[in-house]
């Protein structure tokens, strides 16, 4: 433990002012989840699922996955259940488990960026970019495993480079251990020690030793993971689910042919380079002007610009080609603000009736969104050039990272880009992003000679307006939620109705019925696995797989000014919530169907 505990210390710098930057990033990440406000015994997403499992872990003390965990999650449950021993399940101490999770991978980024040579002041900028990421700041306060993987990836991939920079054992140890528990939370762990084999083979001489050596932690991860889902499937404890994604890429691929399969990656690929550009713009800002003026000063400027001009071409391109701006995926971010909206209104509909955000909002996100993306091409298409110019050697470390960075990525980025992808999936690229930027700018930029004000300033901005975002969206998101779980209790502990009779929306059902229900169960196990790859109508979208067929009882968002209230329902009674991002009164209703 001692010695775990002194690889850990190395990684961070011993100077005073790494540990004041660690020590700011530990109070701002502290002060906001308070300002938030993280109390509240209820679900979110499909974290109702994931708690499940910790709940019956810490009851019976076996282990079972519910039925709708696609996730390995394994390592995420018994984490979870240490901080339900002290006082015993509860959601509030499950989402101060990922708030803790959350912490420690942005500590994990500013010492990643410290490791791989970065100055203190652009390593704490990009941790501060982590840090009030609307993705990552929403889901930290969840059970969700978006934050959990990511934390471990982040260690991962941490100990992975010191591991090559120092050719370390013990390094390499901690790096598969922290992989293995990654892949135990999501199967997409395996990528990272995949990538140090690849980066390995391509920058070392080829000999038996090292080539067995680098393949280690990759074998042992896959072992580790076929291991555990064999186990699984043989002791009947797993999920009903698990593996379904894999069926959606062959299901893909049968129905759309080869040609526009790969036409379809490619196209999400794209889609999702347009958010890793816009959530790394405060990042972006400390680098895209040193980076513009290094294009302009090597003869390199027309590849770099005909790459820059390129990735605007097919930003446009797909602009129009979507018909519709920013949010391009669904699920965190949406026209109502953050979180998803997996409620009825009280007009029928599944969604808010008006978008509250205004159209002006969403293109200049867009037209962000696109800026952020040619900057990364430019900055990378320069680094491509320099290395090739300058014909750096292979083992160089910087460039032993950014290969790293860049394999790990791409691993990534394979599978999710032909899935059904949501919005939060594009989270586990930032660090890697920010990795790979921030080693490309080592390589290929001049140091700066003091810190620029007018950069640090810009990066604050970008900064400030993403961290009023991430509070004010993740509070209101807590908020509706927690007013929506207190009319659903109120009905069935104060008014005995039966939950059967209640459409709460998708945790709700999720929650109360599906582990009882063997016929809900199996209908929403059977939406899963039938997977429908074919255009909906937009004129009329299905209803939702998880609004009940005749229920009493609704509870839903109250309908505004300009909808149509459903005339089949009354409302019984209001529920108000106050909304930071809209700064107005919102309220959620429960309506009597038939009622008068």
Request: charged share 15%.
């Amino acid at each position: 433990m001692t010695r775990l505990l002194k690889q850990v210390r190395n990684c961070f710098s011993d100077s005073r002012a790494s540990c004041l930057m660690v020590l700011a990033l530990t109070v701002i990440w502290g002060l906001l989840a308070i300002f938030v406000q993280p109390i509240g015994n209820f679900p979110l997403n499909d974290d109702w699922s994931y708690s499940r499992a910790v709940q019956t872990l810490l009851e019976t003390h076996r282990l079972r996955i519910d039925d709708w965990g696609a996730p390995t999650l394994f390592a995420q449950i018994l984490y979870g259940a240490l901080f339900c021993v002290p006082f015993g399940f509860s959601f509030t101490a499950l989402r101060i488990s990922t708030l803790v999770a959350g912490l420690a991978g942005v500590l994990g980024l500013f010492a990643l960026l410290r490791q791989s040579g970065v100055n203190r002041g652009i390593a704490f900028v990009g941790s501060l970019t982590l840090l009030v990421n609307p993705l990552y700041f929403l889901h930290a306060f969840t059970f969700m495993t978006d934050v959990p993987f990511l934390a471990l990836s982040i260690w991962s991939t941490l100990f992975f480079v010191r591991a090559l920079k120092f050719d370390s054992g013990k390094a390499l140890l901690i790096a598969t251990l922290l992989s293995c528990a990654a892949t135990l939370v999501r199967q997409l762990g395996i990528a990272l020690p995949l990538a140090y084999l690849l980066t390995v083979l391509l920058t070392n001489k080829f000999s038996f030793k090292s080539t067995a050596r680098a393949a280690l932690p990759a074998v042992i991860s896959i072992a580790v993971f076929v291991g555990y889902t064999t186990c699984i499937q043989y002791f009947g404890v797993g999920s009903a689910i698990q593996g379904t994604k894999q069926d959606l890429i062959a299901t893909r691929l049968a129905h759309d042919g080869l040609g526009r399969f790969v036409l379809r990656s490619v196209i999400m690929t794209v889609l999702m380079s347009l958010y890793v550009g816009l959530f790394s713009l405060p990042f972006l800002s400390v680098l895209a002007s040193r980076a513009w003026r290094q294009c302009l000063a090597f003869r390199t400027q027309i590849a770099v610009a005909v790459a820059a001009s390129s990735a605007l071409i097919a930003y446009v391109a797909l602009f129009f080609y979507r018909g519709r701006q920013m949010p391009f995926f669904g699920n965190t971010m949406n026209h109502a603000g953050l979180g998803p909206l997996t409620m009825r209104n009280a007009d029928e509909r599944l969604l808010v009736t008006e978008s509250l955000t205004p159209t002006w909002f969403w293109d200049a996100l867009t037209v962000a969104a696109g800026v952020g993306a040619i900057l990364v091409v430019l900055l990378l298409s320069i680094t491509i050039l320099e290395i090739f110019r300058r014909r750096l050697p292979r083992n160089d470390d910087l460039i032993r990272i950014a290969l790293f960075s860049l394999l790990a990525a791409g691993i990534l980025t394979g599978p999710t880009s032909v899935i059904a992808i949501f919005d939060r999936y594009v989270l586990v690229l930032m660090p890697l992003v920010i990795l790979l930027l921030s080693v490309s700018a080592q390589l290929v930029l001049k140091p700066m000679r003091s810190p620029n004000v007018l950069r640090y300033s810009l990066a604050a901005i970008f900064l400030g307006a993403y961290g009023v975002l991430s509070v004010a969206g993740t509070h209101d998101y807590l908020a509706w939620n927690r007013a929506r779980w207190e009319a659903v209790t109120e009905l069935i502990e104060e008014q005995g109705v039966s939950p059967k009779t209640i459409d709460g929306g998708f945790e709700v059902t999720g929650w109360l019925l599906f582990h009882r229900d063997e016929q809900l169960r199996a209908k929403w196990d059977s939406k899963v696995r039938t997977f429908d790859v074919s255009v909906p109508d937009p004129n009329e979208p299905p209803a939702p797989f998880y609004w009940l067929a005749d229920p009493e009882y609704i509870v839903a968002f109250e309908p505004h000014e300009n909808s149509q209230p459903n005339q089949d329902a009354a409302i019984i009674k209001r529920y108000p919530f106050r909304s930071w991002l809209w700064r107005r009164e919102e309220a959620i209703v429960v309506l009597k169907v038939g009622g008068s």
